[in-house]
């Protein structure tokens, strides 16, 4: 029997790539729409007892309550083995599980977090000092693209020779970056894999979903 699915995500939100994953498999799924404002989120109170910890992507699987892009990511690839969204078994996925890693804490967690919310990580107040946080965000963030660019493959998926999570994760950041104007021309192979990403039906659909644009 199918699973009973629900799936809480805001447009935009790093729960796009989960998102995307979810039509990927072609899975039926109660979607729950939450909002996160520009300078503060709006989520309701009532979310705590979902998750605890205030934060999209969270998937409801069976009344077992999945967070975290890697393992919200993993159980929905969990749902349809054959596509390998993990990447094949072996050293593919162990590539796929070093890129998530990289991707959800350092220039996640350790980067758009810091830029998105300042104010979290300085005790000081001042405008200057969340000034500082965005300051040091952006440079941390542009080391990250350096970095992701040089390790995409001409004309290839990030890992493997199929559409991984790792792919649809970096459609995230892609389209933050294209946002808060990090010069994304600078990074052509990652541009070349987002075109390609782009004509995938799942991906396009999701985008559709949510309403909102690759921003290519
Ligand atoms: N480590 C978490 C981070 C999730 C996260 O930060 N999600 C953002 C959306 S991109 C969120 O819910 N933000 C609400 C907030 O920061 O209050 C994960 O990998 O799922």
Redesign the pocket.
């Known amino acids: 029997m199918a699973p009973d699915l629900k799936f809480y995500y805001?447009p935009g939100?790093?729960?796009l790539a989960p998102h995307i994953l979810l039509h990927e498999v072609g899975a039926k799924y109660e979607p729950v729409i939450l909002r996160?404002g520009a300078t503060r989120?709006e989520f309701p109170a009532s979310f705590k007892d979902v998750n605890p910890k205030?934060?999209?992507?969270t998937i409801v699987i069976d009344q077992e309550i999945i967070?975290?892009?890697?393992s919200?990511c993993t159980a929905i690839s969990q749902l349809t083995p054959s596509k390998n969204l993990m990447g094949k078994p072996g050293l593919e996925n162990i590539r796929v599980l070093e890129w998530m890693n990289y991707l959800?804490g350092t220039l996640?967690?350790g980067g758009f977090?810091h830029l998105f919310?300042p104010g979290r990580f300085t005790a000081d107040e001042s405008s200057e000092a969340k000034m500082g946080v965005e300051k040091k965000a952006r440079e941390a963030i542009g080391e990250s693209l350096v970095f992701v660019e040089g390790r995409l493959r001409d004309g290839k998926w990030a890992v493997g020779e199929q559409m991984t999570t790792v792919d649809v994760f970096l459609l995230v950041f892609w389209r933050w970056g294209v946002a808060y104007r990090f010069g994304m021309e600078k990074y052509p192979r990652y541009r070349a894999l987002m075109e390609r990403l782009n004509e995938v039906e799942s991906v396009k659909e999701t985008l559709e979903f949510e309403k909102i644009k690759a921003m290519l």
Not at 54 to 57: D, I
Not at 67 to 70: G, S
């Open positions: 805001a939100a790093c729960s996160i989120t205030m934060r999209v992507p967070t975290e892009i890697p919200v959800s996640h967690g977090g919310r």
